[in-house]
């Protein structure tokens, strides 16, 4: 006997079965419908179970690389810095790094500063840091970055010497802005620049694989890229150029015959900011191939003096 | 020939909205001669090669950004119309130095005030774009203008002062009591939250010394920032940076109130500076319909040489409206943007040129990708049906139901008589005839019984 329960079609959601028995025939279609457009923005099934299956953990955060020494005795800066360099006790080849790795210079004159600059962690977020003597071996040090690093130096007793003239703040935002976004755009941005002195010292040392590379210069650039343009509708690059070859005149106007900036008796974190760029494009060794920006520079002679004075107090002329 | 001066148009009785534009007045106004010049309040950047205003039109010739502006003048007029010729070493660098100063420092603090600032955005600033541009365009330009100073002035950590951000429902808790019987709290840290400025009175007041105190050490006593008598370049900028801060009454007045408090001789110097260069307040309509002038406003408008802008009427209008749509669609505004700085990064290399169109496709395939994969889920999770073998058999059988109640009815009707049937045809099945035939031998002959079943 066939029973009369064959004629209607078993709605294939099995909630309309439980709730009220079989549904009137007539809306089953529908009903089946938007339960499927609900079922689409869902989990899907197989996701969910594997969600289910491994639950969400929170790991204590990572402790610093093997490669961090526990317990130093002495402070330690970490910059961005090729291996022999470090070893050598050469300028780092970042600008930022090498703006503190000066000043930090300046700071431990008197103790012995080629044991106190470390070897770089790359992986390791914002560069550079320092990390601080601990004074309890097992207790790991709270990296300080560089914007605390003036608080930190004070706090040690050492005075970082600030010029407190009236035009310091200006042609600080010289050095900032307008040479900054050129040096972005000449490093990153410049194609020749970017395969021949960006690619080796951020890209190459990172990894081997070329799709990690790939990704990584892509990422480079369009940071670079970003940076420029929140200041810009548009990246004009003969302004670019045109703006740093006027602050390097300004700064050269302002550095005049004297030794230092500010006519201070030693360098001064001012010093150290412009010699941060200057070294750097100054450097033949890193095979600049646009030398745009490199030939406004050695245009002004005071300036190209000036580096070399600091890399002789420092760097031992190197 | 004429130079066209393109600006956004006028706002808080000063000519235009934006520093730039200001500066570039000031530079036209006092290096070029009258009648050399005009000035029109197009707001409009999509006429700038770079896109943005200020923009100065020679004929054909079209100049983006104000510092490409004074280079080009200098070099039309060859060496004529320029205002910092002939400065000191010391105070042309100073100039070069104080530029870049005002400029990069000056630009977080207006962008808090005016858009950043929920309060003085929505109940100043944004109402203002409708005066200076026509219809569609005050729905996009404001909130664009406003992300892009937010995200300038993000690293400075005072994003409180948007408190458009916060979900307002998500602080009233639900509670039995109906709303007229409660008693208002009024918290400490709720007054605070309702004026995010005074929480952060601190820091902006900080920020806007730390901006003001260089300008008023650098200017001092003298007329002008860098030199005795001569107008510079960095007096158009800062006049332009330092008119916005000032003039505008706001609801949350902090910047205005640090400069007037703090430093009453660049307040002053300000104001001098916008009788002398602009000539004093201007209105919208100066700029918007100068040419039905009465007698009260001819000297103004003689001040500024005004013309009307034309904005190419209504296609004009939705072609521009268009554009901007388009840019503030996520891959296809990214597209936009990357080959409007490619066409202008002075020589476009080849292989940069291979990128872009590498980029092009990449994005293309992207999308098509996505598509498909969205295509292929819906067909997986069935909400788009395929026609298959199933589906009309399962119609068929449904095709009663879709009468609805008398369609059961009629499908019980439907079985019964096709059980009839069935039973029938079994009673068929049993009936046929079954013949057994015994055949018995005896000695009287041959029986042969019939047993018919």
């Known amino acids: 006997m066939n029973s009369i329960l064959d004629f209607f079609p078993?709605?294939?959601?099995k909630t309309f079965n439980e709730k009220d028995g079989a549904p009137p025939a007539g809306q089953t279609s529908f009903s089946q419908h938007t339960s499927r457009v609900r079922h689409f923005f869902s989990i899907p099934a197989p996701v969910k179970t594997l969600f289910d299956k491994v639950p969400?953990?929170?790991?204590?955060?990572?402790?610093?690389?093997?490669r961090a020494p526990k317990s130093a005795r002495i402070p330690s800066l970490y910059v961005f810095i090729k291996k022999e360099d470090a070893a050598a006790g050469r300028p780092s080849y970042n600008p930022s790094c090498l703006k503190w790795q000066v000043n930090f210079l300046e700071l431990c004159r008197y103790q012995s500063p080629s044991d106190a600059l470390k070897q770089p962690c790359l992986s390791l977020g914002r560069l550079p840091f320092l990390l601080p003597p601990s004074k309890n071996p097992k207790e790991a040090p709270t990296p300080i970055t560089s914007n605390r690093l003036v608080k930190y130096a004070e706090e040690q007793g050492k005075t970082v010497e600030e010029s407190s003239s009236m035009r310091y703040e200006a042609y600080q935002s010289l050095i900032d802005h307008r040479i900054r976004d050129a040096w972005l755009y000449t490093l990153y941005l410049e194609p020749l620049n970017f395969s021949a002195v960006a690619y080796h010292l951020y890209v190459s040392p990172t990894s081997t694989n070329p799709l990690v590379r790939a990704s990584i210069s892509h990422q480079l650039r369009s940071a670079a890229e970003a940076e420029l343009l929140t200041h810009t509708a548009i990246i004009d690059t003969d302004d670019l150029y045109s703006e740093a070859d006027k602050a390097f005149e300004a700064l050269s106007i302002l550095l005049g015959e004297d030794s230092w900036f500010f006519g201070t008796a030693k360098p001064t974190l001012f010093d150290a900011s412009i010699f941060a760029y200057t070294q750097l494009l100054l450097d033949d060794e890193l095979g600049w191939q646009e030398k745009k920006l490199c030939r406004a520079l050695r245009r002004r002679g005071n300036l190209v003096q000036h580096r070399e004075r600091l890399l002789v107090r420092y760097f031992g002329g190197a | 020939m004429v130079f066209e001066l393109h600006i956004w148009g006028p706002a808080f009785s000063l000519p235009s909205i934006d520093p730039h534009c200001l500066a570039a007045i000031a530079y036209l106004q006092q290096a070029v001669p009258r009648g050399k010049w005009q000035l029109i309040a197009t707001s409009d950047p999509a006429l700038s090669p770079t896109n943005e205003l200020p923009a100065l039109r020679n004929g054909d010739i079209?100049?983006?950004g104000f510092r490409n502006i004074f280079h080009y003048v200098a070099q039309f007029s060859s060496g004529e119309w320029v205002l910092d010729a002939g400065l000191p070493d010391q105070q042309g660098a100073d100039c070069i130095a104080f530029s870049s100063f005002v400029e990069a420092h000056g630009q977080p603090l207006i962008d808090l005030s005016l858009y950043v600032s929920s309060q003085n955005y929505t109940s100043t600033t944004r109402p203002l774009y409708n005066s200076i541009q026509p219809f569609p365009l005050p729905y996009l330009t404001p909130p664009s203008v406003r992300a892009t100073a937010k995200q300038r002035t993000a690293h400075l950590g005072l994003s409180s002062l948007d408190i458009?951000?916060?979900?307002?429902?998500?602080?009233?808790?639900?509670?039995?009591?109906p709303e007229s019987l409660r008693k208002p709290k009024n918290t400490v840290s709720s007054l605070l939250a309702a004026n995010p400025e005074s929480n952060a009175q601190i820091r902006l007041d900080a920020l806007a010394t730390n901006y003001f105190e260089p300008l008023q050490k650098i200017k001092g006593k003298k007329p002008h920032l860098v030199s005795d008598s001569q107008f510079s370049s960095l007096d158009c900028l800062a006049l332009g940076y330092l008119s916005l801060m000032l003039i505008p009454s706001l609801p949350q007045p902090w910047l205005a109130k640090t400069m007037r408090k703090k430093f009453p001789d660049l307040c002053a110097w300000t104001e001098d500076m916008i009788d002398n260069v602009f000539g004093g307040p201007v209105k919208a309509e100066d700029a918007l319909l100068p040419n039905d002038g009465d007698s009260t406003s001819a000297e103004q408008k003689a001040y500024l040489p005004w013309t009307a802008p034309k904005n190419g009427g209504a296609v004009g209008i939705g072609s521009v409206f268009l554009s901007s749509i388009a840019d503030s669609i996520p891959v296809v505004g990214q597209l936009r943007r990357n080959t409007r700085m490619r066409l202008h990064g002075g020589k476009t290399l080849d292989d940069e040129l291979q990128s872009s169109s590498w980029q092009g496709v990449a994005a293309i395939s992207s999308i098509v990708a996505g598509l498909g994969l969205a295509v292929g889920y819906m067909f997986q999770q069935g909400l788009i049906p395929l026609p298959s073998g199933e589906e009309p058999a399962k119609e068929r059988n449904a095709s009663l139901d879709t009468f609805g109640d008398a369609g059961a009815a009629l499908s019980v009707f439907a079985t019964q008589l096709d059980a009839e049937a069935q039973r029938q045809r079994m009673g068929q099945s049993h009936g046929?005839?079954?013949?057994?035939?015994?055949?018995?031998a005896g000695p009287g002959g041959v029986t042969v019984t019939d047993n018919v079943a």
């Open chain 1, 56 to 66: 969400v953990l929170t790991y204590p955060p990572n402790d610093l690389s093997q």
């Open chain 2, 164 to 177: 458009d951000t916060e979900d307002a429902d998500a602080a009233q808790e639900k509670s039995i009591i």
């Open chain 2, 62 to 64: 079209w100049i983006g």
């Open chain 1, 10 to 13: 078993m709605p294939s959601d």
């Open chain 2, 432 to 440: 046929a005839p079954v013949a057994q035939v015994d055949v018995e």
